[in-house]
Every structure is written in C-alpha cells, then in structure tokens.
C-alpha cells in the first residue's frame, strides 16, 4: 500500500509531499513548454496578437505591425521604399493573370509555363532569378535546397507586395530557415529518396545556431556574388561554420554548437549587417527552452509553416502568409538565440498563437483529484500493490510482479513498465501504450490506468501484444492472484501440453531435448521475499555490462541444475567458453535457418492480412505516391487486377474491403475515377493529397483491429512512407515497384 500521507493526493493541511507525487509534479512540470520562460513575455505577446479573440489572418497582420520598422525587417529592404525589384517578367501581361490563377488553385503549369520560369525574371540589380524543376536558380546557379515554389511566385508576380523588398535575399534567407543545408553540393531531395525508399523518414529539426549559421551563409554568399562583401577585409566567417557543420549528424551539430559556445567562438565573429549576427556575439550564457517545437516547417502541399501550441497541449500547424514584412521578421527572429528578446519573443508567439498563456499551477484542483484517484487505487488493492519512493510494484492474476516507475516513456507516456523476475528487473520496458497519450488527462489518471491495467493482465494482454509475449515467456515468480481465482497452470496449458517456453530452445546442448515445465518445480518467492529483494534493487535501464543479461528469458531457473540470470554465464564458463557456444548458434542457424527458402515458389495464403497490409500495401502506397499528375490507375473488382501506368506493379483484389481500401487510399492520395473501362474503374491522379495522410490512413486501418487482430495500427502505419507533393515526371524506382503479385488459381 501507498507511504505515507500526503498534502496533494490525500492530506491537504500539511506541508509535507509523498514522493510519488513529488515526482509527477516534477514531470508534468518537464512536459510543459518553455517552462523558465518569463510570465511578461507571454503578457507582451499575447497583447501583440490581439487578445484572447482574434483571427488567423488578425494575428498575423498585428503580427507583422508589431515587426514593421525594426533592424529585423529593415535587412530585406531596398534602399526606396516605391522601387519594383523586378525589372522584367518572363510572363506578358494577359498570361500572367492566368498563371496566376493556376497558382492560387493549384491545378499545375503547362509546359509552356514551366519554359518561361525557367527563362526566369531579371531582378532590380540584374539578378537573374529563375525556376528550373522546382528548385530555385540564381544568375545560372541552382539552389538545390526544398523551396514552397508556390508561394514563392505569388509574391514574385505581386506588384504591389513586392515593392521595396529585396526577395532574392528574401528567398535565400527563407529557405535555411526550415531544412539543413549542406554546401558540398549533396542535393537533399536524393537524400529524402533514399530516406523514402527505405522507410527511414528524418525529420528536420534545427537549432537556433544552425538556423544562424545557414541564413548568414546563405546571405553572405549572395552578397559575394554581387562582388560586393560586406567587409572586405572580414574573414569567410560563415562558410568557415558551414564546412565545419557539414556532413554532421543533428546530435553531432548540438553537440559542436555548446562547444563553439562554450570556447567563446563566437565573440571573434566580425560586425555584420544581419541583425541575428550581433546577438550571437553578444551572448553570455546560452539558453535552451525544453520542449518547443522548431516554429518553421514545410507541410505536404508544399506550405511553409509555423508550429503553434493549441490550448489542450497539442502542436497545430499555421501557414505562413508570405508577406514580406512578416516573413523577415520570422527569419530574424528563427536566426536569433533562445536567450536573447527576440528569441523569447519567438516562442511565446508560438504559446500564445491560439489562446494566451495561463499560469496554471501543477498542484491545482484536477491534479489533486487525480493523484487522490491514483491513491485510492493502490489502498484498494493493499495485498497486490506496493510503493517504495517513486516506484511501484504490481501483482498480476497469475503472479507475474511489475515495476511501474514515474518516468518518460515510450510514446511520450508518464510511466515505464518493466517485468521483476527472480534476480534481477527487466532492463527493458513493456509497452502497453497505444501511441494515443492526450495531455489534458492528469497524470494520477494515467497512472492509475496502468496500474488497473497490470493487475488484470491476463486480460489486458488480449489486447496488447508486448503484454502478451512477457506472460508467454516469463512464468510466474510469486503466487496468483486470491480474489480473481486464475491457475496459472490452466493459463499455460496448450492442448494438453505444458508450455516449454520456447525462448530456451536455442541454448540447448546437443542431443538434449526440451520438455515441459512443472510449475511446482519453479520454487515461487513469497511476497516478503519478492518485496524486500525489489527494493534493494538499483534503477537500470539496458545498462548490465554482461551480455547475456539483456536476455530477459532466463530470470528463473528450471530444476536444481540450471541456474539464475545472474550466474548464467559463469555456469557456461565452466561447461565451454561462451563465444565457442555463440558460434555454435551462429552455425546451426546458419545451416538449418528457422526461415522457409523464400526462392521455392509457395501459394499465396489468402488469410494472411499482416503479411498484405505490412508489406503490400506499403508498396501500393509509395507506387501511388510517386505517379505525377495526370497518371492512371485501373481498378478491377473482386478478383480482379489493380494496376497502374508509372510502374508494373499489380496485384489480385482479395475482398471487396480490400477493393473499399483501395478506392480510399486513391482518395486519399488525390485521384479522381475518370471513367470505366471493360468493367474497371480508371483513376487519374488530378490533385495534391489531402491535409493529413497519414491520419486518414490510420481512420481506415482502425476497424482492422478487431477483425484480423491487428494489435496496434500505428506499427502497420509507420510502414507506409511520407507522402508530399506529386512529383513533375515519375521518377525511377526499383524492383520492389515492378513486382508482379497477382494470385494463380
């Protein structure tokens, strides 16, 4: 049962906290967004944003009046505030409007269209700036940085939104705001590809240094190529950054930014005109606020973003409207550090974007409930729960023992769970979370649901596959549970058989065979023993130095002469050295592998929707993807074929839920049926995928979980790639796209 009494979760009228809720006020407090940031700050933000009424398009323009006039806008500027920086458009006038028009509905450019972009428009200062198959081009040099084109050109072809604006700087700056940028020449899109094709998907998440650093490069390259340096006798302080930058992994960039910092680098940075610049110099101590979102970032439809924090805690994503006022401020500020004003002015626009920030206390009313809650559970279940500091330990139904410890776990969960055996706790958690945690249930909730959860395990493992494989593979090291009645005998008996617990088998000697195991040869620990040994236990995760430990399978001990965890290897010593034994394995797996020949042809079982919808069907998903628009996909019914025009892949329609999830998936991914042919439905991709496809996709896989038993949708999710906008030509893919999956009968 639970310590002692507490002023939060039970005893209001004393000063005194029980550990337990000392450590979920310190979490919740982690989890907060910039928590040192000055209450004043959010105050002036949420002013400048117009109060706790305002609208999306009311924000930015306050947004941008409060910018207006500052050295963080006035970089951008041409000397007259009337001057057009472009001088000629590659586009006559009754073309342009209509050009125009195609942009702002997004229905794609001709290739008469596409010819005069990449003819380009000659800026005010001769500056030759064109379009060449979506990247940007500056006087006959490409720019092979990601770029929201769209965008780019309604502001460019704005007559009036244009004036005064240097938007070659502009452009230049905007575009290392939101990617990492490598000035060897590696074009990023080859990378993404790569990435794409392999499932590898790399977020871009910069700091406020490397934003620093690229925008100033970026800048000051521009400015050299105008043969006009800013200092002529200043050294190549940028690019001097960016090769040392280069090529580094993101840890390996934080890791070279506290250093540069650290050894006082920055104060030999020479005077610049870029505003960002000098409060670098000036810096004292660097400053990091904890869990901000990056603000920048290009959405699917090719957008740029801005991350924003809504009022339950979650991140929505706002478009940018590309005024020029308004977006060099944004980069001015995104350039700046966390510990300097505009840096701080920065994130609490974010926290303050949909409603103003409150300063809510952790110990307030729904919290106090919550962890009153969270108590009363384990008062309810003395016999099989116990609290030793912050640690919990749970009981299951068949005496299988828990450790629920108040941490940062997986999916962003409040909580770890690791299995106790005999000797030592499970180095490694089990994940019973289903990807879902929301942020406005208090934690003392969650908390309390997982400790419900543990004690009925049995049946939550129905649900739960991680749940499920620890019961299957761990016996049980106390006795069951007295009030359930569950037999952990009756649990594992398996068509009259004894569960052998199969995760031993590979290190078993020659000629020795397996066999059942008699559950009272386990020698199960009383409850004074499994409580005492727990809590002299020290906290570990992953870190034993021996290998064999990372093997949770062997925390119990068969009869008298096998032995515990802990003496595992030190028993094998004696028999044969360990890394004979190992090769031994390597070998026997080696010449007898587990694994069905894969070249022997083998019927396709039609049962069998882990194997469609964990491999197939991300295939169909990334064929999809990749058709431009304008391509074709022929849809048949059940028994029928699905093909399509980009590449050879086709398989056999199953079901007519399968043919359903396709029609979505063609949905969701901007095809439109165009007409029939001899019986079969033709698709033509006509459009951009929608907001959020990966959401939809987890809608239509939802309905899986309990007909085909799919545990949790997000691990089939993730096996489908990121998708963005079409590409202009379909580019060349592999085998994997070519292949020929229709069933024989």
């Known amino acids: 049962m639970i310590g002692e009494?507490?002023?939060?979760?039970?005893?209001?009228?004393?000063?005194?906290?029980?550990s337990i809720c000392i450590r979920c006020v310190e979490l919740t407090e982690e989890s907060k967004w910039a928590p040192s940031l000055p209450l004043e700050v959010h105050q002036r933000m949420a002013s400048v944003l117009g109060g706790p009424v305002r609208s999306l398009k009311k924000r930015w323009g306050n947004l941008e009046r409060f910018m207006n006039h500052t050295p963080d806008v006035d970089w951008a500027r041409l000397d007259a505030s009337d001057q057009d920086p472009v001088r000629h458009s590659p586009f006559p006038e009754e073309e342009e409007s209509i050009f125009i028009e195609k942009l702002e509905?997004?229905?794609?450019?001709?290739?008469?269209?596409?010819?005069?972009?990449?003819?380009?428009?000659?800026m005010w200062d001769g500056t030759l700036l064109a379009f060449i198959d979506g990247r940007m081009s500056i006087d006959g040099r490409v720019h092979e940085a990601r770029i929201p084109i769209e965008q780019y050109l309604l502001l460019l072809m704005n007559p009036e939104e244009r004036k005064g604006w240097d938007l070659v700087k502009l452009f230049l700056a905007l575009s290392g705001l939101y990617q990492t940028l490598d000035p060897r020449g590696r074009p990023q899109r080859y990378l993404q590809r790569f990435h794409r094709l392999f499932g590898q998907i790399e977020r871009q998440l910069l700091t406020p240094f490397e934003v620093f650093v690229q925008t100033s490069f970026l800048l000051d390259q521009n400015e050299r190529r105008k043969k006009k340096p800013l200092y002529p006798d200043g050294p190549d302080w940028s690019s001097h950054l960016m090769d040392r930058m280069s090529g580094r992994r993101p840890r390996q960039r934080m890791k070279f930014a506290r250093r540069f910092l650290r050894e006082q680098e920055h104060r030999a940075i020479p005077p610049s005109r870029w505003p960002w610049v000098q409060r670098w110099i000036d810096l004292g101590e660097p400053v990091t606020h904890a869990n901000?979102?990056?603000?920048?970032?290009?959405?699917?439809?090719?957008?740029?973003?801005?991350?924003?924090?809504?009022?339950?805690?979650?991140?929505?994503?706002?478009?940018?409207?590309?005024?020029?006022?308004?977006?060099?401020?944004?980069?001015?500020?995104?350039?700046?550090?966390?510990?300097?004003?505009?840096?701080?002015?920065?994130?609490?626009?974010?926290?303050?974007?949909?409603?103003?920030?409150?300063?809510?206390?952790?110990?307030?009313?729904?919290?106090?409930?919550?962890?009153?809650f969270l108590r009363g559970v384990l008062q309810q279940f003395p016999n099989d729960t116990w609290v030793h500091q912050d640690r919990m330990l749970v009981r299951g139904m068949l005496g299988h023992f828990y450790e629920v410890r108040i941490a940062r776990g997986a999916h962003n969960a409040p909580f770890k769970i690791h299995g106790?055996?005999?000797?030592?706790?499970?180095?490694?958690?089990?994940?019973?979370?289903?990807?879902?945690?929301h942020k406005d249930?208090?934690?003392?909730?969650?908390?309390?649901?997982?400790?419900?959860?543990?004690?009925?395990?049995?049946?939550?493992?129905?649900?739960?596959n991680s749940l499920q494989m620890h019961l299957m593979t761990q016996p049980p090291i106390g006795s069951a549970q007295k009030e359930t009645g569950a037999n952990p005998e009756d649990f594992y008996r398996q068509g009259g058989i004894k569960h052998r617990f199969h995760l031993h088998r590979l290190f078993l000697d020659e000629g020795e065979e397996e066999k059942p195991i008699s559950f009272s040869s386990l020698k199960l620990m009383t409850d004074e023993e499994i409580v005492a040994d727990?809590?002299?236990?020290?906290?570990?995760?992953?870190?034993?130095?021996?290998?064999?430990?990372?093997?949770p399978a062997f925390d119990f001990e068969?009869?008298?002469?096998?032995?515990?965890?802990?003496?595992?290897?030190?028993?094998?010593?004696?028999?044969?050295?360990?890394?004979?034994?190992?090769?031994?394995?390597?070998?026997?797996?080696?010449?007898?592998?587990?694994?069905?020949?894969?070249?022997?042809?083998?019927?396709?079982?039609?049962?069998?929707?882990f194997y469609r919808w964990y491999r197939t069907m991300p295939l169909v998903w990334e064929a999809l993807s990749l058709q431009p628009i304008g391509h074709q996909v022929e849809l048949g019914g059940v028994r029928g074929m699905f093909r399509m025009q980009g590449c050879r892949l086709r398989l056999t329609i199953r079901s007519?839920?399968?043919?359903?999830?396709?029609?979505?998936?063609?949905?969701?991914?901007?095809?439109?049926?165009?007409?029939?042919?001899?019986?079969?439905?033709?698709?033509?991709?006509?459009?951009?995928?929608?907001?959020?496809?990966?959401?939809?996709?987890?809608?239509?896989?939802?309905?899986?979980?309990?007909?085909?038993?799919?545990?949790?949708?997000?691990?089939?999710?993730?096996?489908?790639?990121?998708?963005?906008?079409?590409?202009?030509?379909?580019p060349e893919v592999d085998a994997r796209l070519h292949a020929n999956m229709v069933d024989f009968y």
């Open 292 to 372: 901000v979102s990056f603000p920048f970032m290009v959405n699917a439809k090719g957008n740029l973003c801005f991350r924003t924090l809504t009022r339950n805690g979650s991140v929505r994503r706002a478009q940018i409207p590309f005024l020029p006022a308004l977006l060099a401020g944004l980069i001015s500020w995104g350039s700046s550090p966390h510990a300097s004003k505009e840096g701080e002015w920065l994130i609490a626009t974010q926290m303050n974007w949909t409603a103003p920030y409150e300063d809510a206390e952790t110990t307030d009313l729904p919290f106090r409930r919550s962890m009153q």
């Open 656 to 730: 007519a839920q399968e043919e359903d999830a396709l029609r979505r998936i063609l949905e969701i991914l901007g095809y439109r049926h165009a007409r029939y042919r001899q019986l079969n439905q033709v698709f033509i991709r006509r459009d951009f995928p929608i907001a959020d496809p990966r959401q939809a996709l987890r809608e239509l896989m939802e309905p899986m979980t309990e007909e085909f038993g799919f545990a949790n949708i997000d691990d089939y999710v993730l096996r489908f790639i990121e998708v963005g906008r079409p590409p202009d030509r379909m």
């Open 105 to 122: 509905k997004r229905s794609g450019y001709s290739g008469y269209e596409k010819e005069r972009l990449e003819e380009g428009f000659v």
């Open 441 to 464: 249930i208090p934690i003392g909730d969650t908390i309390a649901i997982v400790i419900l959860s543990l004690l009925s395990d049995v049946t939550t493992a129905k649900r739960v």
């Open 534 to 551: 727990w809590k002299r236990r020290p906290l570990r995760d992953a870190s034993y130095g021996i290998p064999g430990h990372l093997n």
């Open 558 to 609: 068969f009869d008298d002469d096998q032995i515990l965890e802990g003496d595992y290897y030190r028993h094998r010593q004696h028999q044969q050295p360990i890394i004979h034994r190992w090769q031994q394995i390597r070998e026997n797996i080696v010449e007898n592998p587990p694994f069905p020949n894969e070249e022997e042809p083998r019927e396709p079982r039609q049962d069998d929707q």
């Open 5 to 18: 009494a507490c002023g939060i979760c039970q005893n209001e009228n004393i000063d005194t906290n029980c």
């Open 420 to 437: 106790v055996g005999k000797t030592t706790t499970h180095p490694h958690s089990i994940c019973i979370h289903t990807g879902k945690y």
